[in-house]
């Protein structure tokens, strides 16, 4: 326990040299104290992927150490998750300026479900996987922060919304100027392709995937209810874009039931190779010829 009330202010640098901990960094595990002193910065944080809050679920996520790959369960994290073996305790703090920092209270590590991954950006800007910890109070606490976005929850959450909310994953191309033009390309084929459905009588509408645990949703591109096919478009030809096409279907398709048919709609008429693994992979390959789409 800290000779410090829940709210309080002070300085990191005072409440380090009475308790111990690194100076640097969020998570500091003390050698001088039995306990694990955690600092949230949600400000500077966001820049390098750290996203910290208040879920609906009572706990505070708290996002690991490591500003660049792939978070490990090493050094601070390690320390969090094994804090109860190691006999030691969990204090939360919230950066409210510059070498002030808010005291929040004693927290434990969630028995259930104590830690998961998200993706985030990078300090380069890449994404890459963090670690989330879910740490309960365990006792008077003062909500200071953040609260999250969304929840990660036990159960899948799929929803129709509508396609005007257009959002995709991108796609991995050579250059910048080729991801601007194939996401250029993409917006106006997928209304050309629902306006044509429409007029044929079909209902199209788009899924809104969260799998259980996650807090990213997924977009699918299209959803041709009335035929129950699933459709990923992609503004370029290239087999990089087929490829990614196939693997978001497949990734899709297990979210929705019953399991629908699958279909990659494309700018223009790939080559034959192409529609062949579109084929061999259990889906049809669209795109316009002028008046209308071809199927193939």
Known sequence: MLDIAPGEKRKRTAIQDLYGGSRQGGIAPSRK???VLLFSNPGRGHQVGY??????????????E???????MTRGNSAILHHVQEGRALH?????????????????????????????????????????????????????????AFTPRDEDVVEDVEI????????????????REAERREAPLVSAYRDHLQQQ???VTRKKIIPAGEVRALYTDLFDTTDQVLVEAKGSVTRE?????????????RYITPT?????LLPARPQQDLIDLCNGSGARVIWPDGTGFQLG
């Open 33 to 35: 104290s039995p306990n």
């Open 51 to 64: 996203f910290d809050g208040w879920g609906t679920d009572g706990c505070y996520h708290y996002t690991g």
């Open 66 to 72: 490591g500003q660049t790959g792939d978070q490990t």
């Open 92 to 148: 939360l703090f919230d950066s409210v300026a510059r070498g002030v920092v808010a005291y929040m209270g004693e927290f434990a590590l969630a028995t259930d479900t104590p830690w998961y991954y998200r993706d985030a950006p990078d300090a380069e800007g890449e994404t890459r996987s963090v670690i989330m910890f879910r740490i309960k109070p365990t006792g008077a606490v003062v909500k200071l922060g953040e609260d999250l």
């Open 164 to 179: 005007e909310k257009h959002q995709t994953e991108r796609m991995l191309v050579n250059s910048k100027v080729q991801e």
């Open 201 to 203: 009588g079909h209902t």
């Open 241 to 253: 874009a087929v490829r990614m096409a196939i693997g978001q279907l497949y990734d899709y398709r």
């Open 260 to 264: 629908p048919a699958l279909a990659v």
